[in-house]
């Protein structure tokens, strides 16, 4: 993550939450190695790379539904469609299960 030079004047709230999103979505991407080797360490890596997967997916159906600025029926509709599939990921996910 590179910062980057201040922002000033007058922005729209969707932009800020957008920026925000993104530097949110930097660091959950960016390795830790501190934090992966304590995982490793206390026999959770593989549980907590699954967790870094659940929250990258609920990252992305934030992204994809507040990205519409000037919404209409059709952008409507599409964050309906990405909610019934964020819900039906929640449901058909089980938290914390192993992948050993």
Not at 53 to 80: G, P, R
């Amino acid at each position: 993550m590179h910062d980057q030079n201040s922002i000033k004047g007058n922005e729209a709230p969707e932009e800020k939450y957008q920026r925000a999103l993104d530097l949110f979505t930097e660091s959950v991407m960016k390795p830790d190695s501190d934090l992966r080797g304590c995982a490793y360490n206390q026999d959770c890596f593989s549980e907590l790379m699954e967790i870094r997967e659940h929250v990258l997916k609920y990252l992305k159906t934030l992204k994809e539904v507040t990205h519409h600025t000037h919404a209409d029926e059709s952008d409507e509709l599409e964050t309906a469609k990405l909610i019934a599939v964020k819900d039906r990921i929640d449901i058909e996910t089980k938290p914390y299960t192993k992948w050993r």
